[in-house]
């Protein structure tokens, strides 16, 4: 039988302290460890759910406030990282104006690399290299041109003294084209060489004093040209810097143009001559 309290209610057992809850049902007691993992969990989702969203990029909601306020514990602390553990702030993004003016630039650079390329082309094909071809070739391409185009010195002296202006450059194409295309070859063997590349190249090799080399022979002299041939000898003028190349012909061509049509060799160290007999 239970014991009768004064106002016919009977009282406790011993350990049942707390007070039954409307409806006749007992609140069960908290223990304080597992109030302390409870609350260390809900925290751990707390932070799950602030990561995730940081990661897509949304602002996170206010975390679910812990039950343990409905039994009067403090509220969780307000989530943040593991311990020795650092999160990296969202990476902006570059404004739309921005990224509509870089797809711009870059098109515009890769336009000017294709016209770049397209124009490289069209000039090779125009003025192709004369790079790897042989005296034949390019005679074939240089020595007829006078006939539609003006490439060609008027005075038959200057026809000449280019050949020596280019062999101090050492330009071949320049230097073989002002012969006729079945002199180039005549020329090469009158120095001996195989053909007029080596000859230039050669040459060239030999020239000690550019400058002096190339001004050789005069572009003009006071005798007048009688006729539309005419021969010059290298040994009438003073070659300095460099061998003397011989003996050329020169003969007048369409469009008022001289064209060397013939060679002879020579000394290649000339003598000096008379003063009285140097055209000038």
């Not at 460890?33 to 990561?51: A, N």
């Not at 390329?117 to 192709?128: D, K």
């Not at 003073?238 to 013939?262: E, H, N, S, Y």
Request: hydrophobic share 30%; proline share 11%; with cysteine.
């Amino acid at each position: 039988m239970a014991e009768q309290r004064d106002d016919g209610k009977p009282g406790n057992e011993p350990g049942t302290d707390i007070e039954p809850k409307a409806g006749g049902q007992p609140a069960p007691r908290i223990d304080e460890e597992q109030l302390r993992q409870f609350q260390q969990f809900q925290q751990f989702q707390d932070y799950l759910k602030f990561t995730e969203a940081q990661k897509q990029g949304l602002t996170p909601s206010e975390p679910a406030q812990p039950l343990t306020q409905h039994y009067g514990g403090q509220p969780p602390a307000p989530p943040g990282p593991p311990p020795g553990e650092l999160v990296k702030p969202p990476r902006p993004r570059a404004p739309r104006w921005l990224r509509r003016l870089g797809g711009k630039v870059v098109a515009w650079l890769i336009a000017i690399l294709l016209i770049a390329i397209a124009g490289t082309i069209v000039y090779r094909q125009i003025f192709p290299s004369d790079e790897g071809k042989t005296s034949e070739q390019i005679a074939a391409e240089g020595g007829g041109r006078y006939r539609t185009n003006h490439v060609f010195s008027t005075s038959p002296y200057e026809a000449v003294r280019f050949v020596y202006h280019n062999v101090a450059q050492g330009r071949v194409d320049d230097a073989c084209g002002r012969f006729e295309e079945n002199i180039q070859t005549t020329f090469a063997l009158d120095l001996g060489y195989e053909d007029c590349r080596l000859a230039v190249e050669g040459l060239h090799a030999q020239v000690t004093k550019k400058n002096d080399y190339a001004e050789s022979l005069p572009s003009y002299t006071s005798v007048p040209v009688e006729g539309t041939t005419l021969t010059i000898d290298s040994c009438t003028y003073a070659v300095k810097g460099g061998p003397a190349l011989g003996t050329f012909t020169v003969t007048q061509v369409d469009k008022g143009q001289w064209l060397i049509t013939r060679h002879a060799p020579g000394p290649k160290i000339c003598p000096p001559p008379p003063p009285s007999t140097t055209p000038r």
